[in-house]
């Protein structure tokens, strides 16, 4: 059995979730490939895909959000003369041959662009005997997967979703609630004091987990200082990402010596067992990760349109506290750990939402359209 995993540059979630798909087949024996669309097709389209999202969003973000609302708030399904109906149907041509020679059994997208491809491909009747499988990596429904009425399948983040699904037009009987896919190592929970001991941390002492995405997003400096300034003992375990000047200044201007300052690491899921929170920017990957880990969540600096419904989506499941520059990260602290009745029913929900088996679940789907 082969499987075609297609996903799109813009950002890492598309790619984290490919991967952890990928991942799950091949330790059930199928053969993968995965491939980035528009990389294949024109790796200059792939970087000016890449750059103008980065741009966008950490740059304009009033201007990304604006685009986004009103592309979401569209009332009538995309026309074949649409800009992304007539982008879908050359990259389709471009890309056509590709597939024919590679010949999968099931095709999996990670990102709307690169279903599509596949959607203007089976409209065509190029991939009818092929089932297809689109994966939604945020807790909403992104602009577009409501135009995509030949891809079989939309596996969703949560069953609360179907309701938004169905008020874009999306049938239920396409909908697949099995998550959003996290790697295995997301899916278990090491002891506390184990793991801190490991990173030297003191195991009597509350451990903040603060992460500013692969990009580094948000002002990590002064969420640290207001963490201190809420509890000056805490242990802050610091995660910048690629942002290496992020990196450069924390890790020379801490402070205070409970600052412990990571890059870019794989390590992520260690980093998560020994903490007690964490607060994140509120990607669909990460929360995903921080949710099959157990790990309540104060919610900052979302990226404008998806993370902005990511943020919806966990307030009112009551998982989440959400910093504003009304309510200081210093309130949110003071509301996480004085309530204790909180915190269990924020634990509580947790346990409800958290889909640390999705990859498995998704891999084993695929499957089955085959047997």
């Not at 059994?105 to 491909?121: G, K, P, R, S, Y």
């Not at 300034?229 to 992020?246: E, H, P, S, T, Y």
């Not at 200044?249 to 067992?273: C, E, H, Q, R, W």
């Amino acid at each position: 059995m082969k499987v075609l995993i297609l996903s799109i540059t813009a950002g890492q979630g598309h790619h984290s979730a490919a991967k952890s798909i990928s991942n799950a087949l091949e330790d059930r024996g199928v053969t993968v490939k995965t491939v980035d669309v528009y990389k294949q097709i024109d790796k200059n389209l792939c970087d000016a895909v890449n750059k103008g999202y980065l741009i966008s969003t950490k740059h304009t973000p009033k201007a990304y959000r604006a685009i986004y609302e009103l592309i979401d708030s569209k009332k009538a399904p995309a026309t074949k003369y649409s800009l992304q109906s007539i982008m879908g149907i050359l990259l389709a041509i471009r890309f056509e041959k590709f597939i024919e020679d590679f010949k999968p059994d099931v095709i999996i997208c990670t990102h709307i662009f690169a279903a599509q491809v596949i959607n203007e491909l089976k409209r065509r009747d190029r991939l009818s005997n092929v089932p297809t499988i689109g994966i939604v990596t945020d807790y909403t429904i992104h602009p577009f997967w409501e135009d995509v009425t030949y891809i079989e399948y939309i596996d969703i983040a949560s069953e609360l979703l179907t309701q938004r699904a169905l008020m874009k037009g999306i049938s239920e009987e396409r909908l697949c609630a099995l998550g959003i896919p996290v790697q295995k190592k997301f899916s278990t929970k090491r002891a506390k004091d184990d793991v801190r001991s490991e990173l030297g941390l003191k195991n009597d002492t509350p451990t903040i987990l603060v992460m500013a995405g692969s990009m580094g997003y948000g002002n990590m400096p002064e969420i640290i200082s207001g963490i201190h300034r809420f509890d000056k003992d805490c242990q802050i375990l610091a995660v910048c990402g690629n942002n290496k000047k992020l990196f450069k200044k924390l890790s020379t201007s801490a402070p205070s010596s409970n600052v412990k300052v990571y890059g870019f690491t794989n390590d992520v899921d260690i980093l998560m067992d020994a903490a007690d929170c964490i607060v994140t920017k509120p990607g669909g990957l990460s929360t995903s990760e921080a949710m099959a880990k157990k790990l309540p969540m104060i919610l900052v600096n979302p990226i404008p349109g998806q993370e902005d419904r990511n943020l919806e989506f966990f307030l009112n499941n009551g998982v989440a506290l959400s910093v504003t520059k009304t309510f200081t990260i210093e309130e949110a602290m003071y509301f996480m750990f004085r309530d204790e009745e909180r915190l269990e029913l924020i634990n509580r929900q947790l346990e409800n939402l958290a889909k640390p088996n999705a990859a498995a679940d998704i891999a084993e789907f695929a499957i089955s359209l085959v047997k």
